[in-house]
């Protein structure tokens, strides 16, 4: 059941392309105007504050959920009619790009990082580095809006992404697909060099081998083989993580590979002690911590001198696919 609150914009703090984040009566939360249209100072709204009272890892703030004041009665996207978010309250026509662009019947051998959390994203477009044209490529197992993503931002303004895709129920990147196939084949049409595949900041997760959203790696590593590509994946690791499950190699990064149906190259750094996996492909990662200089790099609230191998195995994958461009 949805948890909906009544409630009067008390702040503006900041506004991005696709995002406002603001405080209803006090509280943060976080709107999407493309999909409840524009918010004002003492607009009255409706806000989901489900997660925040259970005190989900939604970073603590609620999400607007209709503008009484000034978000009735909006008009579709022209030209849509591919839903997102279907059949659920919040469905909204966008115009996707299998719509209006033809896609590449293969990659032609295009290499696609594949990622289990959003961020591994900084670390590894990092490892591509400069000069490629990099499509960022978003998933569902984490979080929807594609806009919520402070990396993408960072990345796109260092031009170590040139076009975001938001897949499935992802919505708000600068291209609409409507799967993780023909996002791909979209950026390979649209002549890119390289693809990054990631869930959204956050992930889904129960505890179990296959019950959490970081298989969205594999759903991409195994389309980029049916079509051509060359799969990187970018395993989790930790030395310091106080689950053990995802000590070491992450039995996330096990699962993923227990799933993946055809050749897939594991990225890990030279000199990593921990117990790799196998096949593998290691990758010299000497200075990867001057190339994420400026890059927002946390992961459960850790950063690179926490836990550097983290970062370091994602910058890993980013260097591998570099390798395959061309």
């Not at 003492?42 to 703030?61: I, K, P, T, W, Y």
């Not at 008009?75 to 909204?92: F, I, S």
């Not at 033809?102 to 400069?130: F, I, K, N, Y």
Request: hydrophobic share 45%.
């Amino acid at each position: 059941m949805l948890s909906l609150a009544r409630g009067r914009v008390t702040a503006i703090v900041e506004r991005h392309e696709g995002l406002v984040r603001l405080e209803v009566d006090g509280t943060p939360c976080v709107a999407y105007p493309d999909l409840t249209g524009p918010v004002a100072l003492d607009d009255e709204v409706l806000v989901n504050v489900q997660a925040r009272e259970l005190a989900l890892g939604s970073g603590g703030f609620d999400v607007l959920y209709a503008n009484l004041t000034r978000g009735l009665e909006l008009p579709a996207e022209e030209g849509a009619h591919v839903m997102k978010l279907p059949y659920t309250p919040l469905q909204a026509a966008a115009r996707h790009g299998e719509e209006a662009d033809e896609l590449a019947g293969t990659l032609g051998g295009m290499p696609v990082v594949c990622c289990s959390l959003h961020s591994q994203l900084a670390p590894a477009s990092a490892g591509l580095g400069d000069g490629l044209r990099v499509a960022y490529v978003q998933l569902g197992g984490g979080a929807l809006p594609l806009p919520l993503s402070d990396a993408v931002r960072v990345l796109k303004e260092r031009a170590l992404v040139a076009s975001t895709v938001s897949a499935g129920s992802c919505f708000g990147g600068d291209v609409e697909c409507v799967n993780a196939a023909s996002a791909l084949a979209w950026a390979a049409s649209a002549e890119h060099d390289a693809a990054v595949c990631a869930i959204g900041p956050g992930i889904v997760g129960t505890g179990s081998f296959l019950g959490h959203g970081g298989l969205a790696a594999a759903e991409a590593a195994n389309a980029a083989v049916a079509l051509g590509g060359s799969p990187v994946l970018a395993p989790r690791v930790s030395a310091v993580d106080e689950r053990e499950r995802h000590r070491g190699v992450s039995h996330h990064t096990r699962a993923v590979l227990s799933l993946c149906l055809g050749e897939v190259a594991v990225a890990w750094p030279a000199g990593l002690p921990a117990p790799a996996p196998e096949p593998r492909v290691e990758v010299d990662v000497d200075g990867w911590e001057e190339a994420c200089a400026g890059l927002p790099l946390s992961h459960m609230g850790r950063g690179p001198t926490d836990d550097p191998w983290f970062f370091a195995v994602a910058f890993a994958a980013g260097s591998v696919a570099r390798s395959l461009v061309g």
